[in-house]
Structures are given as structure tokens and as C-alpha cells.
């Protein structure tokens, strides 16, 4: 399914006409749109967003790919990188941001069943991959053409039934923090990006049957000595203090007092202000809005309906003015305001349609 669809009010879809017609390419951004391929997907999208109006233009298929269902873009821009979760492989791309369109580069296996999750470090030099089934982390070297070389760590994370969820590199780009769900643990490592080595550094232990699954760390000098954890069974965040090693806090809910159903949490992330943090829950269908303290701590002071069923990612374009939630067993992809004064959100009555989109991502 690929419809594009607009909830407006019939006096703005005139007012925005013109933009929908013709957007002026100075006021739009390319976004990539990660999928599952099992209903009718073909891989990873493009769609064109307006920065100034929110709406969502040129839906097209970038590349066929077998489940990219997480994606990162080579801080340098001209490649693109994404995990094949159903044939355990890590693919590189060459971008043609003019066409939209991207070229495979090659693949490489990264040793374990289900990727799920990649980062590449600041300088492009080096690739992390999470392994979902079996719980495990691989690196890769990559090259100046934008290639993968040969695999260069594997490790196993220990335990009955270990699942690797995320990888994150450190803005100072001398650590990469993995969270291990099935084992209740982030790993921290210390990294070498010219030889794509890591060792690990140190454990922090979740609550018992948390499952951590992503994190954000927090912005600027002073925000960088927290991170936020979110932890995807027992839909919470815990807060770490970040020095020598992760340090536990404190841990909040996504969830309003009032819900008592079932919930996943899936998606964290900071907001351009940094007063603000996001995080997307499945069951509940929302996304929560969290104040930020000069202290670090958070708050809950909105959670507002995703606009779909079970929003598995969401990212914040550049400007901070807009967010867009994938919607996974909806087939759709919801545009949402932020206001740039309380960090609420307010659905814009903009979507697109698609099927089984899991992972949003703005280019530089």
C-alpha cells in the first residue's frame, strides 16, 4: 500500500495547495522509511516532507530489500546502511538524493539470526549491528566507497535467552552502549573506529525483567551525563548516570495511571530543544511526552494517540517542529506538531499509507 491520504480540513488542503502541487525544494527534506516486506512492502521507501507545512509528497520505493527494518545514514550522506532482519544480513547503499533512489552496494552476513538495529560512529568509519535471536553484536569496518568489509567483533551476550536491541555511539565517539533486552542489561564498550574493534568497558543491570531496548543519551555537555533507557516489557525509563560507568537512577512509566492493558514500549528520543523526551507505546498506541528537568529528571505531561495501531518508531525532523510516528499494524505513517513551547504534540491531519513501516529516518 502506498496512498498517500490527507486529514485536512477541506479550507487548508486549498491553503495548502500549492505545496502539495509543488513544494519549493528548499522547504523539503527526503525521509527514508524502513519496512517489513511480509504484506506486500518492497523494502525501504522515500517520501518527501515540508518542513514548513508538514505534508508528505513523492512516495516512492527507494530499493528492494528483504525486511530493512532499521536504518542509518553514513554521517557524510551519500550511503545508507540497513539490517535485513529475515536473512540476517547488514546491506550498504549508495544514495541518489536527486532520483530518491538507492544502489546496493553489497551485504554481509553479521553472525546472528534477527538484526534488528545499527549505528554507524561519528566518523563513518565503523558499523555496530544488533542481533535480536540469539542475542548478539557485530561490527563492521567501512570503507571509503561506503562498503562493508569482512565482519570484525563478534560477541555473544551471555545468558538463557539474550536479545540485542540497540546500538548507540557516544557523541564524543569513544563509546558504543548496547542494550541486551532478553539479559536485562546495557553493555557499555570502548571502541576503535579505524580498526572497527571494541572492548567491553562495563554492565549495568536492568530491573530484572525491564528489557531494555533503546536509549537516548542526553543532549549537550551537561544532558550527556544522563542516559535514558527504554525499557520495552515492563513499559518504563529508567534514568542512568553516565561517568565512568552506567549508574541507575531512577525508573518512570510511559503509561498514564489509568491504563491497565497490555503495552510494549518501542521508541525513544530527545527532541531538538532537549526540555523534552519522546517514547512510543504499542498496545496503549501513544506517544508520551516527557519533561526534562535542569536536573536530568523526568516527567510525564503528555501521552497523545499515535494515530494508528502499534507505532513500533517515530523520529523529529531537524528544524524540531514535526514528528512522525510509523505505525506498524496500521500501515500508516502520522505527522504530529510539537509545540514549540510545552513539547506537546498535535496530530497535523497529514499520513501517508504503507505497509508495515517500522523505522522513520530524516537525511542530513
Same mark, same amino acid.
Given at each position: 500500500?502506498?496512498?498517500?491520504?490527507?486529514?485536512?480540513?477541506?479550507?487548508?488542503?486549498?491553503?495548502?495547495?500549492?505545496?502539495?502541487?509543488?513544494?519549493?525544494?528548499?522547504?523539503?527534506?527526503?525521509?527514508?522509511?524502513?519496512?517489513?516486506?511480509?504484506?506486500?512492502?518492497?523494502?525501504?521507501?522515500?517520501?518527501?516532507?515540508?518542513?514548513?507545512?508538514?505534508?508528505?509528497?513523492?512516495?516512492?520505493?527507494?530499493?528492494?530489500?528483504?525486511?530493512?527494518?532499521?536504518?542509518?545514514?553514513?554521517?557524510?550522506?551519500?550511503?545508507?546502511?540497513?539490517?535485513?532482519?529475515?536473512?540476517?544480513?547488514?546491506?550498504?547503499?549508495?544514495?541518489?538524493?536527486?532520483?530518491?533512489?538507492?544502489?546496493?552496494?553489497?551485504?554481509?552476513?553479521?553472525?546472528?539470526?534477527?538484526?534488528?538495529?545499527?549505528?554507524?560512529?561519528?566518523?563513518?568509519?565503523?558499523?555496530?549491528?544488533?542481533?535480536?535471536?540469539?542475542?548478539?553484536?557485530?561490527?563492521?569496518?567501512?570503507?571509503?566507497?561506503?562498503?562493508?568489509?569482512?565482519?570484525?567483533?563478534?560477541?555473544?551476550?551471555?545468558?538463557?535467552?539474550?536479545?540485542?536491541?540497540?546500538?548507540?555511539?557516544?557523541?564524543?565517539?569513544?563509546?558504543?552502549?548496547?542494550?541486551?533486552?532478553?539479559?536485562?542489561?546495557?553493555?557499555?564498550?570502548?571502541?576503535?573506529?579505524?580498526?572497527?574493534?571494541?572492548?567491553?568497558?562495563?554492565?549495568?543491570?536492568?530491573?530484572?525483567?525491564?528489557?531494555?531496548?533503546?536509549?537516548?543519551?542526553?543532549?549537550?555537555?551537561?544532558?550527556?551525563?544522563?542516559?535514558?533507557?527504554?525499557?520495552?516489557?515492563?513499559?518504563?525509563?529508567?534514568?542512568?548516570?553516565?561517568?565512568?560507568?552506567?549508574?541507575?537512577?531512577?525508573?518512570?512509566?510511559?503509561?498514564?495511571?489509568?491504563?491497565?492493558?497490555?503495552?510494549?514500549?518501542?521508541?525513544?528520543?530527545?527532541?531538538?530543544?532537549?526540555?523534552? &523526551?519522546? +517514547?512510543? %507505546?504499542?498496545?496503549? #498506541?501513544? /506517544?508520551? *511526552? !516527557?519533561?526534562?528537568? =535542569?536536573?536530568?529528571?523526568?516527567?510525564?505531561?503528555?501521552?497523545?494517540?499515535?494515530?494508528?495501531?502499534?507505532?513500533?518508531?517515530?523520529?523529529?525532523?531537524?528544524?524540531?517542529?514535526? &514528528?512522525? +510516528?510509523? %505505525?506498524?499494524?496500521? #500501515?500508516? /505513517?502520522? *505527522? !504530529?506538531?510539537?509545540? =514549540?513551547?510545552?513539547?506537546?504534540?498535535?496530530?497535523?491531519?497529514?499520513?501517508?499509507?504503507?505497509?508495515?513501516?517500522?523505522?522513520?529516518?530524516?537525511?542530513?
Amino acid at each position: 500500500m502506498t496512498r498517500v491520504r490527507s486529514l485536512l480540513p477541506i479550507a487548508l488542503l486549498l491553503a495548502a495547495a500549492p505545496f502539495l502541487l509543488g513544494a519549493h525544494k528548499e522547504d523539503t527534506r527526503t525521509v527514508y522509511l524502513g519496512t517489513y516486506t511480509k504484506k506486500g512492502s518492497q523494502g525501504i521507501y522515500t517520501v518527501r516532507f515540508n518542513e514548513k507545512t508538514g505534508a508528505l509528497t513523492q512516495l516512492q520505493l527507494a530499493a528492494e530489500s528483504a525486511d530493512p527494518s532499521f536504518l542509518a545514514l553514513h554521517p557524510s550522506g551519500p550511503y545508507l546502511y540497513a539490517v535485513n532482519e529475515g536473512t540476517a544480513q547488514v546491506s550498504a547503499f549508495s544514495v541518489d538524493s536527486a532520483a530518491g533512489k538507492l544502489t546496493l552496494l553489497n551485504q554481509k552476513p553479521t553472525g546472528g539470526n534477527g538484526p534488528c538495529h545499527l549505528a554507524l560512529d561519528s566518523t563513518g568509519r565503523m558499523l555496530a549491528v544488533a542481533n535480536y535471536d540469539g542475542g548478539s553484536l557485530a561490527t563492521f569496518p567501512v570503507g571509503l566507497d561506503g562498503r562493508l568489509g569482512d565482519r570484525k567483533t563478534f560477541i555473544q551476550f551471555p545468558g538463557a535467552k539474550p536479545h540485542g536491541h540497540s546500538t548507540t555511539f557516544t557523541a564524543d565517539n569513544q563509546l558504543l552502549l548496547v542494550d541486551d533486552l532478553g539479559g536485562d542489561a546495557t553493555h557499555v564498550y570502548k571502541i576503535t573506529p579505524d580498526t572497527a574493534e571494541i572492548t567491553e568497558a562495563s554492565v549495568a543491570a536492568a530491573n530484572p525483567g525491564a528489557g531494555p531496548r533503546h536509549l537516548a543519551i542526553g543532549p549537550g555537555k551537561a544532558g550527556s551525563k544522563f542516559v535514558y533507557v527504554l525499557n520495552e516489557l515492563n513499559s518504563t525509563i529508567s534514568r542512568y548516570s553516565f561517568a565512568a560507568a552506567l549508574e541507575k537512577l531512577d525508573t518512570v512509566s510511559t503509561l498514564p495511571p489509568s491504563f491497565h492493558g497490555k503495552n510494549s514500549g518501542a521508541e525513544i528520543e530527545f527532541g531538538s530543544k532537549d526540555r523534552y &523526551l519522546y +517514547a512510543s %507505546n504499542r498496545g496503549h #498506541d501513544s /506517544i508520551a *511526552v !516527557f519533561e526534562v528537568a =535542569p536536573g536530568g529528571v523526568i516527567r510525564l505531561v503528555q501521552d497523545t494517540a499515535a494515530g494508528g495501531h502499534t507505532p513500533r518508531s517515530f523520529a523529529i525532523d531537524p528544524s524540531g517542529k514535526w &514528528l512522525l +510516528a510509523a %505505525n506498524q499494524d496500521s #500501515d500508516n /505513517i502520522v *505527522v !504530529f506538531h510539537i509545540d =514549540p513551547k510545552t513539547g506537546w504534540l498535535k496530530q497535523a491531519g497529514v499520513e501517508i499509507k504503507l505497509s508495515s513501516p517500522v523505522c522513520v529516518l530524516f537525511a542530513h
